[in-house]
């Protein structure tokens, strides 16, 4: 076989593969078995470049960067749809229709309404050709580039499609990816996201296709558009369309009368929890094609279809007070008190305000009848305001100019929601936060010593910043209250321990901004040492891979301030690493760049603990609980049954000690 030949066939097996996976949800080979395949098909292309193609399967790593998006006219325009909120609504509409149509039986497809960022796909001869944002309707923009790193849409189709049609569908993130995004950027110091449809819709925007790769983003279809269509009723073309390669759920069903639509919304209504992604309603459609060319169009919408709204779960409280946190990173969260409320089976007090423009935008008082509501996101918030209700004597609200705690003039950066407390050095819970992140688990996991003790410590003047925590003698500690002899020992024991911390966790918590626990290790084992990375430019390190402007400047902003060179001149002086290790810059390789691996159970011929090691020298990541984005469970014996059955239902790969050492090539 010559190589064109052996670089098709590892194609078109890969998009079956990616096609059973993330379309059927039934993988029929390992991951491991795909990953090794991709690595050959990239390795091929790699030293062919004149073979590249466009739907090649190594096209959804991403690495594109589009500085702008072309605007581009959609061929047949993209409709909103019109809404309804009750079933007599619904049985009017089906009254016009009825009187539009006569007596000939009408069907309906019921699909769920998903709520995420319109797209409209265009294929050609089975290739994805283009990716349209809906934009106003009649022209959008052009983000093929970030659409093609989304594993869910096929680049190359199967089976007797069209020759030239579009199909359009919704970009979503699905909750539980929603949910591990957000956990991650709290752990970075970055502020969660609100919701999933806005995070969905940004990230087709973003300009580097690698950062979309990244993210949890699934492509779910509802509808054809072209003109040979092989089929009448729209119901029989998502049938057909799936057999293409596209992902259209299970749940759309034909429904022969208006009775049983209903049945559907009220089935819905109350089981739309348990999806894996948001809805917020359900689209009724006419089924036969033929009735939704009679139908048409109205100025903005189809008279074939109708969305019906769920109404969101909502409870009614007063709005006690506003109030003001400061975080670890200076950003001001604003905090609406609520008269406790029960909502969707807990108490509700609290509710995020989200920043100043969201209380501007919904004009949120204190004293006011407001409504609050739970969606996708962790904390419940304020959708609106009981205006009938509001006091004469009710003034707006003014955000506050100030830090609550230090009274620093806050600061806002152009294009970013949140204000900040610029005050870093003085303002104190920036101050203990750092200090509390410095010491925690993932960071340099000092024993004996909790965030209480450190507000204690600060509060008795015996720390300022992490660096003070080296100087602190048993003596000073025992008056401390509630601090017993043996506490402030293992306390200053746990200090002086955590000098033998590696320095990439030392960098994590130096608690730059931006700088997770993912980056820390990317940019230790760049620069090896924290001088070279002190001395790195922005550009320098935007060179760096998965560094972009963002982190970079915020590293270098952390090194020009005098007072973060003079601690960590400190720590340097009490022993605390700052350099790799001899050992660390050995046997590093990036065999496993781009792979999360959760390791499980007890191995014969290695510690768990080197195991892990092993993953990061070789470039992967070390992960603790398995998701959809794990590569491999490493599974020792005595692994626990629910990890197995997790990664089972996951179709997470499962690989024994002796597979891994294949993969990294030690046999
Ligand atoms: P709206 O933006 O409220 O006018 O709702 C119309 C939008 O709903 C369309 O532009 C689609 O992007 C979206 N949508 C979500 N799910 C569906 C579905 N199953 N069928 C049609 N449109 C849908
Ligand atoms: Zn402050």
Request: proline letters at 4%; a negative charge.
């Amino acid at each position: 076989m010559n190589i064109e030949e052996q670089i098709k066939r590892l194609r078109e097996e890969l998009h079956e593969h990616n096609y059973n996976y993330y379309v059927l949800d039934a993988p029929v080979i390992s991951d491991f078995d795909f990953d090794m395949k991709l690595k050959e098909l990239q390795g091929l292309e790699e030293a062919h470049p004149e073979f590249i193609d466009a739907s090649s399967p190594t096209m959804r790593v991403g690495g594109t960067v589009t500085k702008n998006f072309n605007t581009l006219v959609h061929e047949q325009r993209m409709y909103s749809l019109d809404n309804s909120y009750s079933k007599e609504e619904l049985l009017e509409w089906e009254q016009r229709l009825k009187r539009n149509l006569g007596d000939a039986p009408i069907h309906f497809t019921c699909e769920l309404k998903y709520d995420g960022a319109s797209i409209s796909l265009s294929y050609e001869n089975g290739s994805l050709v283009r990716a349209l944002t809906r934009g106003d309707g009649f022209q959008g923009d052009e983000v093929t580039a970030n659409i093609k790193t989304i594993r869910s849409v096929p680049l190359q189709l199967r089976g007797d499609y069209p020759a030239v049609f579009d199909i359009r569908g919704e970009i979503i993130i699905p909750l539980e990816g929603f949910k591990k995004m957000n956990e991650e950027r709290i752990n970075n110091g970055e502020d969660p996201y609100m919701n999933p449809r806005n995070t969905a819709s940004g990230s087709l925007k973003l300009q580097d296709s690698a950062q979309v790769a990244e993210r949890p983003l699934d492509c779910l279809l509802y509808a054809l558009v072209g003109r040979d269509l092989p089929a009448e009723t729209h119901f029989e073309l998502l049938k057909k369309a799936r057999t293409w390669g596209f992902k259209i759920p299970m749940e759309a069903k034909l429904c022969q009368s208006m009775e049983e639509v209903i049945s559907f919304l009220e089935h819905w209504d109350v089981h739309r929890h348990e999806l894996p992604y948001e809805t917020d309603g359900v689209v009724v459609k006419v089924n036969n094609l033929q009735q939704q060319e009679e139908l048409g169009y109205t100025a903005k919408s189809p008279r074939w279809a109708i969305a019906y709204k769920f109404k969101t779960e909502q409870a009614i409280s007063v709005l006690e007070k506003i109030t003001y946190q400061v975080g670890r990173t200076g950003a001001i969260t604003p905090v609406a008190n609520l008269q406790p409320v029960l909502l969707a089976g807990t108490t509700v007090k609290r509710a995020s305000l989200h920043n100043a423009d969201q209380i501007k935008k919904l004009d949120i008082r204190e004293g006011d009848t407001v409504f609050v509501e739970k969606g996708g996101e962790i904390i419940p918030k304020i959708v609106g305001v009981d205006l009938a209700k509001r006091f004469a004597t009710s003034v707006p609200t003014v955000y506050i100019s100030h830090c609550p705690e230090c009274g620093t003039a806050l600061q806002r950066e152009d294009g970013e929601a949140q204000h900040f407390c610029p005050n870093t050095v003085g303002c104190p819970p920036q101050i203990t936060g750092r200090i509390q992140h410095f010491i925690s688990r993932k960071a340099m996991d000092i024993d004996g010593l909790g965030a209480e003790t450190v507000e204690l410590l600060f509060k008795e003047g015996l720390i300022e910043n992490y660096a003070d925590l080296y100087t602190l003698a048993k003596e000073q500690i025992i008056p401390l209250e509630r601090m017993a002899d043996k506490s402030a020992e293992n306390l200053v024991q746990g200090i002086a321990d955590s000098v033998r911390i590696p320095f990439e966790r030392v960098l994590f918590a130096l608690g730059i901004r931006f700088v997770g626990e993912t980056v820390a290790k990317i940019l230790a084992k760049a620069y090896k040492n924290i001088d070279a990375l002190m001395a790195a430019s922005s550009e320098d390190l935007m060179q760096v891979n998965e560094v972009g402007q963002r982190i970079a400047e915020s590293v270098v902003s952390f090194f020009r301030e005098e007072k973060n060179r003079q601690i960590i001149g400190q720590l340097k002086q009490f022993g605390v690493q700052f350099s790799l290790t001899e050992e660390q810059l050995q046997n590093q390789t990036e065999l496993l760049k781009g792979y999360t691996l959760v390791v499980s159970g007890v191995f014969e011929n290695i510690e768990r603990t080197e195991l892990k090691k092993l993953i990061e020298d070789n470039g992967g990541k070390v992960s603790s609980s398995i998701s959809s984005k794990t590569s491999y469970l490493v599974a020792g014996n005595n692994m626990g049954p629910s990890k197995r059955a997790k990664a089972e239902s996951l179709g997470v790969p499962i690989i024994s000690e002796a597979d891994f050492m294949k993969l990294i090539q030690k046999t």
